[in-house]
């Protein structure tokens, strides 16, 4: 990976992963919360996901259209 375009393409790809993880992460957070029966915490950790993964979505095609292979989603 010697061209810097996919060195950057590659690091861009990471970033929308790491926040997948953390969508993921909080997802599961908020389900343990709505089995004890906490909504409000339920509540919060839910909108932590949603953000998290509203941010993947957002660096994962930003990363496609960098490689060059957006395709329709």
């Known amino acids: 990976m010697s061209d810097p375009q996919d060195k950057a393409t590659h690091e861009a790809h990471l970033r929308a992963a790491d926040q997948h993880d953390l969508a993921a992460q909080a997802h599961r957070?908020?389900?343990?919360?709505?089995?004890?029966?906490?909504?409000s915490e339920e509540s919060w950790h839910a909108q932590?996901?949603?953000?998290?993964?509203?941010?993947?979505?957002?660096l994962a095609k930003k990363a496609h259209n960098k490689s060059g292979r957006m395709e329709a989603v």
Do not use: F, I, P, V
């Not at 949603?50 to 979505?57: M, R």
């Open 29 to 39: 957070t908020a389900a343990e919360h709505n089995e004890k029966g906490n909504d």
């Open 48 to 58: 932590r996901a949603l953000e998290y993964s509203d941010h993947a979505y957002k």
